[in-house]
């Protein structure tokens, strides 16, 4: 019976690499000629950036290619990166980042206490047991470490009006290269402050992004009457949490 489980878990993870392959292979193919470097950083990496704390060696899970790494380059002086998708490991390391190929559904291949932060944006969302590797993340930080994670929040009121009004589950990406844009599971921000807790993290806090108050009065209007803390809960699309490895 173990056997069995084990033969159909590791089936299962080559077609998520293979898939995830695929989906890098697509999105490249797509970005072909244009200019990463002209690019504006998106809503959550500017949220990650303005909470993630400079240092000397950060891991960035599920780096994709790289991206992340040109708007935090200046924060630290060694950037790793684990991937599972060659293709895109390929593009981040030209970003400058030590990118290891690894399928993120089993442990990290780094050793304990190693990096000063750990990233993990928008990834968790895609792994067969987030909890596992969140406790993976814990283990590779150095003892006072920060980890900042993102994720797609099912909680925001637009979600929560498709399900109960239109009757659809609501999908958390625009990815369509599979149904869900391959999402598994779907997060509010006390289940993410659970699994964070129970890893063993401590100085757990939530942030929002505070340039969007400055671009839309309805949503600054909003924040005031009804708090920071609500407002992050319904009508932020995306959670982004800091959490702390104990000394």
């Known amino acids: 019976m173990a056997l069995d489980k084990e033969l159909t ?6 077609k998520i690499k293979r898939t995830y392959e695929q989906y890098w292979h697509e999105r490249i193919k ?8 002209e690019k504006k950083p998106g809503e959550i990496f500017n949220t990650v950036s303005s909470v993630l704390t400079a240092g000397n060696r950060l891991l960035d899970v599920g780096c994709g290619d790289g991206s992340f790494a040109l708007n935090i380059k200046n924060k630290f002086c060694k950037i790793y990166g684990a991937e599972i998708s060659k293709e895109a490991a390929f ?3 030209k970003q400058n980042v030590s990118t290891s190929v690894m399928d993120l559904n089993l442990s990290l291949s780094y050793k304990n ?3 000063d932060a750990v990233t993990c944006l928008d990834v968790i969302e895609h792994l067969l047991d987030p909890g596992s590797v969140i406790d993976e993340m814990y283990r590779v930080l150095q003892p006072c470490g920060q980890l900042v994670l993102t994720t797609p929040n099912i909680r925001n009121f637009r979600n929560l009006y498709k399900l109960i009004f239109k009757g659809m589950f609501p999908h958390t990406t625009t990815d369509t290269f ?3 844009g391959g ?3 779907y997060f509010t921000r006390k289940d993410i402050y659970t699994l964070l807790n129970k890893a063993g993290f401590k100085k757990i806090s939530f942030s929002i ?3 969007q108050f ?7 209007l909003i924040q005031f009457f009804i708090g920071e803390k609500m407002f992050g809960e319904w009508f932020c699309a995306s959670i982004t949490i800091s959490a702390y490895k104990e000394s």
Request: no cysteine; hydrophobic share 30%; charged share 25%.
């Open 9 to 14: 878990k590791n089936t299962m993870n080559e």
């Open 183 to 185: 999402h598994l599971h």
């Open 113 to 115: 206490n190693a990096f």
């Open 178 to 180: 599979v149904w869900g």
């Open 91 to 93: 593009i981040a390391r």
């Open 209 to 211: 992004n505070q340039e």
């Open 214 to 220: 400055l671009l839309s009065k309805k949503r600054n």
């Open 30 to 37: 797509e970005s072909v000629g244009e200019n990463n470097n």
